[in-house]
């Protein structure tokens, strides 16, 4: 299935978006609902943890539900990543309900060309 099948996954909790390109993860969620200030995002270890928290909607005692679909509570995810990455310059955004967060990869686990000279051969 691809390169999604090298992450480790410690707790479900979060649907989670993971792409990749030479120099970073992205990682993607939607948190319809949930405040910033109810967003943690951690690395240690090459382990990302993504929590949040979605409040529930207060009503009055004369209010009776009928239907609850939409999640609240505190909810998680872990992710390792298979290689290095760089922990000091991860960046995180949340616009319109969607946490967006771009984990570069550590220098050593990039990709990088070696040149290659043209030499004296010894025959």
């Given at each position: 299935m691809g390169?999604?099948?090298?992450?480790?996954?410690?707790?479900?909790?979060?649907?989670?978006?993971?792409?990749?390109?030479?120099?970073?993860?992205?990682?993607?969620t939607n948190l319809p609902g949930v405040s910033l200030d109810d967003i943690s995002?951690?690395?240690?270890?090459?382990?990302l943890t993504v929590s949040a928290e979605a409040n529930a909607t207060e009503y009055d005692e004369n209010t009776r539900v009928l239907v609850q679909e939409r999640r609240t509570g505190k909810f998680s995810r872990n992710l390792r990543f298979p290689m290095a990455v760089d922990g000091n310059a991860i960046e995180a955004s949340f616009d319109n309900g969607v946490l967006s967060i771009?984990?570069?990869?550590?220098?050593?686990?990039?990709?990088?060309?070696?040149?290659?000279?043209?030499g004296h051969s010894n025959n």
């Open positions: 390169q999604i099948n090298e992450f480790e996954q410690k707790a479900f909790g979060l649907a989670l978006d993971v792409n990749e390109n030479d120099d970073a993860y992205t990682v993607t995002v951690n690395i240690h270890d090459n382990i771009v984990i570069p990869k550590a220098e050593e686990a990039k990709p990088r060309q070696i040149p290659v000279t043209a």
